[in-house]
C-alpha cells in the first residue's frame, strides 16, 4: 500500500518535485500534486502530462511533490498543504467519508486496483482460498484496508498476518509465506532478487471493488477553483493515454529524475503490466474515458467493504469533474 499513518509535512519544502519547463508561469493557477509513494510508473500518466505541457496549456502550473512510506496525502489535501492529492485505493475515500472529512476523490486512473498476493510457485497455493494458514506479509496500512474484506471472504485469521516493511527478503526465503504487493512492481523485482517467478493474485480479478490513482481534492477548491479540477483531470488523462499508448519518454525522464532509485526496465515492465491487466483501460474507461468513476461502481464498493454503514457514499466522491467528452 502506497499510504501510511504519519504525515512529514516537511517533505513538501524538502522532497522531489517535478514541474513544468520554466518553472512557475505568471497568470496560471498553482496545483501542487502530492503523489502517494516515491515517483513510479504507476504516477506515470501525471508526469506524461506534465511534461509534454498538459497541464500548462489548460491554464495550471503544477508541481508533483513525490511521497514515500511516511507521507499522508490525505492530511496533505485537507490540510492546504498542497492543493490536491494521489488516492491509493477506495478504502482511503470511504475512510474519509466516514470521518467527515472534507475531501472526496475527483477521478479514479486506475479502474482496478493493482494490489496483489504473491505465493511461492509449487506450494499449492492455486487460489486466494489456498493461503489460508499461511503466514502474510503485509503493511499497516493493508491491515486496515483490504485485510478485513479479505478475512470476511476466505475466513482469514489475524494470526496470519506478519509485517511488511517494503523489504522481500522474508517472503522469498520462506517457500510458504505469502507477500502483497502491487502487479507493477513486486513480481518484476521479486523474479529478479529470488530467481523464481513468484504466483501471482490480482485482488480486483477476486471482486476486490477498489479504485486506484484517484485524485483527491478539498471541498474549499472544489467549491472556490472547479475549473482548476476539470483542467487538472483533462489533462491527466490526456497524460495517462499517452504514457500508456503513445511516447512514455517525457514522463520517464521525469520520474527518473525525481526517484534516481528507479530503472527504465522497471518503468517499462509496469506499463505492460497496467495495460495487459487493464489497470487503466479496462472497467468503465472503455465507454466513459480515462478516469472515469461511476455511482454504481462506489455504491458496490461501500457494500463490500462497509456492509451496514451508515456513511452517505456520495459524501466520498463526485462525478462533476470527470472529461466531457471522455478521453478514450
Request: glycine share 10%.
Amino acid at each position: 500500500m502506497r499510504w501510511h499513518a504519519f504525515a512529514l509535512l516537511g517533505l513538501i519544502a524538502l522532497g522531489g518535485c517535478s514541474q513544468g519547463a520554466g518553472g512557475a508561469a505568471a497568470g496560471r493557477t498553482q496545483v501542487r500534486f502530492a503523489t502517494d509513494w516515491r515517483a513510479e510508473a504507476e504516477h506515470g500518466g501525471f508526469y506524461e502530462a506534465l511534461a509534454t505541457g498538459e497541464y500548462a496549456k489548460r491554464g495550471l502550473d503544477v508541481k508533483i511533490i513525490q511521497g514515500g512510506p511516511n507521507s499522508n496525502v490525505p492530511q496533505l489535501v485537507a490540510s492546504g498543504a498542497v492543493e490536491l492529492g494521489d488516492g491509493s485505493n477506495s478504502f482511503i475515500v470511504m475512510n474519509l467519508a466516514n470521518a467527515h472529512a472534507p475531501v472526496r476523490a475527483v477521478a479514479a486512473f486506475m479502474q482496478k486496483d493493482p494490489q496483489v498476493l504473491l505465493a511461492h510457485p509449487g506450494v499449492g497455493i492455486n487460489a486466494i482460498a489456498d493461503m489460508k494458514g499461511h503466514p502474510i506479509f503485509l503493511s499497516d496500512a493493508s491491515k486496515s484496508a483490504f485485510w478485513p474484506w479479505m478475512k470476511a471472504k476466505y475466513g482469514f485469521a489475524d494470526d496470519q498476518v506478519r509485517t511488511y516493511n517494503f523489504d522481500s527478503r522474508q517472503f522469498i526465503l520462506d517457500p510458504q509465506s505469502v507477500q502483497e504487493g502491487y502487479i507493477t512492481s513486486e513480481p518484476y523485482t521479486i523474479a529478479k532478487e529470488g530467481k523464481f517467478a513468484p504466483e501471482v493474485f490480482l485482488l480486483a480479478d477476486q471482486g476486490y471493488p477498489s479504485y486506484a490513482a484517484m485524485v483527491l481534492a478539498p471541498d474549499r477548491l472544489i467549491k472556490s477553483n472547479p475549473a482548476a479540477i476539470r483542467a487538472f483531470v483533462e489533462a491527466s488523462a490526456v497524460g495517462w493515454k499517452n504514457y500508456l499508448h503513445g511516447d512514455p519518454k517525457p514522463a520517464d525522464a521525469l520520474i527518473l529524475k525525481d526517484n534516481p532509485d528507479m530503472t527504465e526496465d522497471v518503468l517499462a515492465q509496469a506499463r505492460e503490466k497496467m495495460r495487459q491487466a487493464g489497470l487503466v483501460d479496462g472497467g468503465d474507461a472503455p465507454t466513459l474515458g480515462v478516469g472515469a468513476m461511476t455511482d454504481a461502481h462506489w455504491q458496490g464498493f461501500f457494500k463490500v467493504a462497509s456492509p451496514g454503514g451508515t456513511t452517505n457514499v456520495r459524501d466520498a466522491y463526485t462525478l462533476q469533474f470527470l472529461p466531457n467528452p471522455p478521453v478514450k
